[in-house]
C-alpha cells in the first residue's frame, strides 16, 4: 500500500468517525466553534472537551436545547501523574457526566484548570451541582467561581490540604481524636506504627 493510498484511508475513516458523531455533540461544536477543543469516543458515552470559559453557557444549551435534564455527578481528576500527560498542561480535569431521561442519553463534558484557575459554577443550570462542585473543592482544590457556598463537604473544617492530590500523603498528615481531658476533637501528628495482628506461628503446646 502507498503512503498516498494510506493517507487517503485514514482520511476517509476520520470522515467516516466524524460523521458518526450524534447530533447533540454536531451541534454543540457548530454552536461553540473553538469552544470545543476536542471529542472522543469513550465505553459508554461521548466525551467533549471544553474551553473552561464555555463549560456554563455550553451547560445551558445542551439543557435548554437538546434535553440534558440532569448532571448525574460532577467529578475532579489530577492528572499530574497521569503517563503522557504534558508537563505544560492543566493539571486537573472537571468531569461533568450529564443524562437525558426523555431521549435516553448520556455525555460527559470536561474542562481542565491550574490549581488557581477559576471554573465557573453550573449551579444556575443544574442546582444539584452544588454539592457535587463542594466535592471537588474539598479534595482537589479546584475553586468554582459564582459558587453560593464553597466549603469543605466530606474532611472537617480545620482539615488542610486536598486528599485526592497526587502529591497528598497517603497515610494524611494529622489525626484527629477526642480527648476527655479537653472535652473537644483535638489534632497531632500522625504516626504510623505496624501492627502484628495476626500471630505469624501458633505458641508451643497442644494445637487442637
Not at 498542561?89 to 435516553?104: D, G, K, M, T, W
Not at 449551579?123 to 479534595?139: Q, S, Y
Not at 457556598?149 to 500523603?169: H, M, N, Q, S, V
Amino acid at each position: 500500500m502507498t503512503q498516498e493510498t494510506e493517507d487517503k484511508l485514514h482520511d476517509d475513516i476520520s470522515a467516516v468517525h466524524e460523521a458518526a458523531w450524534p447530533a447533540d455533540v454536531v451541534a454543540l461544536q457548530e454552536k461553540f466553534g473553538d469552544g470545543v477543543l476536542s471529542v472522543e469516543r469513550g465505553l459508554d458515552c461521548v466525551t467533549v472537551v471544553l474551553a473552561r470559559e464555555a463549560i456554563v453557557e455550553a451547560c445551558h444549551y445542551l439543557k435548554g436545547h437538546h434535553a440534558y435534564e440532569q448532571v448525574m455527578d460532577i467529578c475532579g481528576v489530577d492528572m499530574s501523574e497521569y503517563p503522557g500527560h504534558p508537563a505544560d498542561a492543566p493539571r486537573f480535569e472537571v468531569v461533568y457526566h450529564l443524562l437525558s431521561v426523555s431521549e435516553n442519553r448520556r455525555l460527559r463534558l470536561k474542562v481542565r484548570a491550574n490549581e488557581r484557575d477559576l471554573v465557573d459554577s453550573v449551579t444556575e443550570v443544574w442546582p444539584t451541582a452544588n454539592w457535587f462542585e463542594r466535592e471537588v473543592f474539598d479534595l482537589y482544590g479546584v475553586i468554582f467561581n459564582h459558587h453560593p457556598d464553597l466549603r469543605r463537604i466530606l474532611t472537617d473544617y480545620g482539615f488542610e490540604g486536598y486528599p485526592l492530590r497526587k502529591d497528598f500523603p497517603l497515610t494524611g498528615r494529622v489525626e484527629m481524636f477526642f480527648d476527655e481531658m479537653q472535652w473537644r476533637c483535638v489534632y497531632r501528628p500522625n504516626r504510623v506504627e505496624n501492627r502484628e495482628l495476626v500471630q505469624k506461628s501458633w505458641p508451643e503446646g497442644e494445637h487442637g
